[in-house]
């Protein structure tokens, strides 16, 4: 070992590593307030409240992994700056598994890939199954969806934490804990499979009602293409955002899941990858400004300034008022 070797520090000596995780505390504290924002948006009013439960459960999904990665970022970054060359750097994974983080990290990845698959199941049955969408597509269904994916992601994440605790808890892994190593290959394997399904299924399932909702917006009589264009908004609102999460998260866990078997990728590249399961946690909130005319009216009630402050909306008509009467 060189000398330049021996007297770096550990900044210097895992700066790649160090920008990662304060990444994973930048974007996921980004994520912590973007999501609390779409929470008390869709929460403000019992109209949207009732209309968007997924979303409201989506939000909170992924608020959960802006709040895991913040936790990963911190803890990590602070091991890696206290390490001496006494520092102990295999740990049992039980002590691995009742860190904060990995668990959160579970269930930030899970409940919001499987409300995201309940979102695009709904917007397909309202598209080829109007009828029936209409007559059981009520409050209580969805306030039902929301409570399947909850149950879903905690009973996921308890067998997760039972089975590592019968078969690995005395394994030694490295302090910083990684997944695959603290729950095992086979509920790694399943991780994968509910996060990058759950999204890409519900893009596939909202492709289909957008191409469909199109083709018949072309065919209807004009009396019902307004009710369709609403469908073709609510469909292109949801479209966006299995997109995005496709983009962001199932394509990077295909790539993870492949590595050392089918590919090899640097470590650099890999952490970059986690940086954008994360950062998929924070896009929601511009998809519904752009594509959401409830969250973006909601929204601008609440800015204070700007033109469409309640007070810049009240000048205006006073000044049209005026006019008029001249």
């Known amino acids: 070992m060189s000398e330049a070797n021996v007297t770096q520090t550990p900044e210097q000596m895992y700066a790649a590593t160090l920008f990662i995780y304060k990444l994973y505390m930048a974007i996921g504290g980004t994520a912590i307030f973007t999501n609390i924002i779409i929470v008390i948006i869709f929460s403000s009013s019992s109209l949207l409240l009732v209309k968007y439960q997924l979303l409201i459960a989506l939000a909170i999904g992924e608020l959960i992994n802006g709040v895991a990665f913040v936790v990963a970022g911190v803890t990590k970054q602070r091991l890696f700056l206290s390490m001496t060359n006494s520092t102990v750097t295999m740990w049992p994974t039980w002590a691995?598994?009742?860190?904060?983080?990995?668990?959160l990290l579970l269930l930030g990845a899970q409940w919001p890939a499987c409300v995201t698959l309940f979102l695009g199941l709904e917007r397909f049955a309202a598209v080829h199954f109007p009828v029936w969408y209409k007559v059981n597509m009520k409050g209580n269904a969805r306030f039902k969806m929301v409570v399947i994916s909850i149950v879903f992601a905690l009973v996921s994440l308890g067998i997760a934490f039972a089975q590592m605790?019968?078969?690995?808890?005395?394994?030694?892994?490295?302090?910083?804990?990684?997944?695959?190593v603290i729950y095992g290959t086979y509920y790694s394997a399943w991780n994968c499979i509910v996060t990058v399904f759950g999204y890409l299924f519900s893009f596939v399932l909202n492709a289909s009602a957008f191409l469909t909702a199109k083709s018949k917006s072309r065919l209807i009589?004009?009396?019902?293409?307004?009710?369709?264009?609403?469908?073709?908004?609510?469909?292109?609102?949801?479209?966006?955002?299995?997109?995005?999460?496709?983009?962001?998260?199932?394509?990077?866990?295909?790539?993870?899941?492949?590595?050392?078997?089918?590919?090899?990728?640097?470590?650099?590249?890999?952490?970059?990858?986690?940086?954008?399961?994360?950062?998929?946690?924070?896009?929601?909130?511009?998809?519904?400004?752009l594509f959401n005319k409830d969250f973006r009216m909601q929204l601008f009630r609440f800015i204070p300034i700007g033109p469409w402050s309640k007070s810049a909306v009240t000048s205006v008509v006073a000044v049209k008022s005026v006019k008029s009467v001249r």
């Open 165 to 180: 605790y019968l078969f690995f808890r005395n394994v030694l892994t490295h302090f910083v804990c990684n997944i695959t």
């Open 221 to 289: 009589k004009s009396g019902l293409r307004a009710e369709m264009s609403k469908e073709i908004t609510l469909v292109r609102l949801m479209l966006s955002i299995s997109f995005f999460s496709t983009l962001l998260v199932s394509i990077p866990n295909i790539i993870l899941w492949g590595q050392g078997k089918f590919w090899s990728v640097s470590n650099d590249a890999l952490g970059y990858f986690y940086v954008s399961f994360c950062a998929s946690s924070v896009i929601n909130i511009f998809i519904y400004i």
């Open 96 to 103: 691995c598994a009742t860190e904060w983080y990995p668990g």
